[in-house]
């Protein structure tokens, strides 16, 4: 039995677009980008050690941005 976290699915999905996609302009990458760290935000309480580590490093690489 195998259970999802479907925040940390949703933090690793915004964290994927913010840094792939291309935005028209400044403002919609600005969004993209909070829009992803609240959800890596959001992921971290109900995570595993693992999850916790790449969440860490989703957080970083939104940082760089």
């Known amino acids: 039995f195998i259970v999802r976290n479907e925040l940390f699915d949703q933090a690793k999905s ?9 935005f028209p302009s400044g403002l919609e990458r600005q969004q993209a980008v909070q829009r992803a760290k609240n959800a890596v935000s959001s992921a971290f309480a109900n995570s595993t050690d693992a999850e916790r ?13």
């Open 14 to 22: 915004f964290t994927e677009e913010a840094l792939t996609s291309s």
């Open 53 to 65: 580590n790449q969440l860490h490093t989703f957080q970083d690489l939104l940082d760089d941005l």
